[in-house]
């Protein structure tokens, strides 16, 4: 059965549904978490940096706070549930890339991760992280609504 759960998150109220669900089923079988955040690089105009009304260190600093905010909120539920609970975070252009990395340098055996549903134009524009993840994984994902 499975051993270590991945349980990437952004903070929204989806992504904390699926880590409920993650921990519930970690603690039914014995198994730990790794929570995981990704967040967007810093974008910048070389020519432009002197004059960026947001600047890099400002933005760097409050991504990882958000990113440390989200990532207790896991290891709070993880710890209410018994559960071993490792938490990491990054910066990547692409979740679903992270994510996958994330598995695979972790050695975890299952992904359970929320999907906001997205269909027609969204989808389209937006992309899903979720269906990108369901392609590029080669553990079990479980997608919940």
């Known amino acids: 059965m499975f051993k270590h759960i991945l349980l990437p998150t952004d903070g929204s109220d989806l992504s904390l ?16 978490v ?8 810093f974008a910048s105009l070389p020519y432009y ?11 760097l600093n409050q991504a990882q706070e958000h990113a440390a905010y989200y990532l207790e909120q896991v290891r ?3 710890k209410a549930a018994h559960v071993a609970c490792d938490a990491v ?8 890339e992270g994510i996958v990395r994330a598995a695979h340098d ?6 359970v991760m929320g999907s906001h549903g997205r269909s027609g134009l969204d989808k389209l524009l937006l992309g899903s992280q979720a ?14 609504h």
């Open 49 to 59: 940096s002197d004059a960026m009304a947001f600047p890099e260190d400002v933005y």
């Open 34 to 41: 790794l929570a995981y955040h990704a967040m967007e690089p």
């Open 89 to 96: 975070y990054e910066f990547e252009h692409q979740p679903y």
């Open 106 to 111: 972790r050695h975890c055996d299952l992904i």
């Open 76 to 78: 709070e539920r993880a």
């Open 131 to 144: 269906n990108k993840l369901l392609l590029a994984a080669d553990i079990p994902v479980l997608i919940c």
């Open 17 to 32: 549904r699926a880590v409920d669900i993650g921990i519930g089923l970690a603690a039914n079988v014995g198994a730990k």
